[in-house]
């Protein structure tokens, strides 16, 4: 799977979990927080990702994402290295 492929994974989960946000208007450059997420949100949107992705990241692994580029970035990184 490509990045582009997961980035649109992640942008479904954040659409679906954040009411009201059209997933074409989501900026990867910035954080999840930038577009009004709560805490809850976002554990529920990496969650669905890596259960949609069949892979597990350990949460100190997400200490310095700074934004969902970043994100996607780590969940490319471990789903292609086979972990």
């Known amino acids: 799977m490509d990045s582009q492929e997961i980035l649109n994974i992640v942008v479904k989960h954040l659409s679906a979990n954040v ?25 529920e949107v990496v969650s669905a990702t890596m259960r949609e992705l ?16 970043q994100l996607t970035d780590l969940f490319y990184r471990v789903g292609n290295s086979g972990a």
């Open 19 to 43: 009411g009201g946000m059209d997933p074409a208007h989501v900026d990867t450059s910035k954080s999840m927080t930038d577009h009004d997420t709560s805490s809850l949100d976002i554990v």
């Open 54 to 69: 069949k892979i597990s990241i350990p949460r100190t692994e997400f200490a310095g994402i700074q934004n969902i580029n």
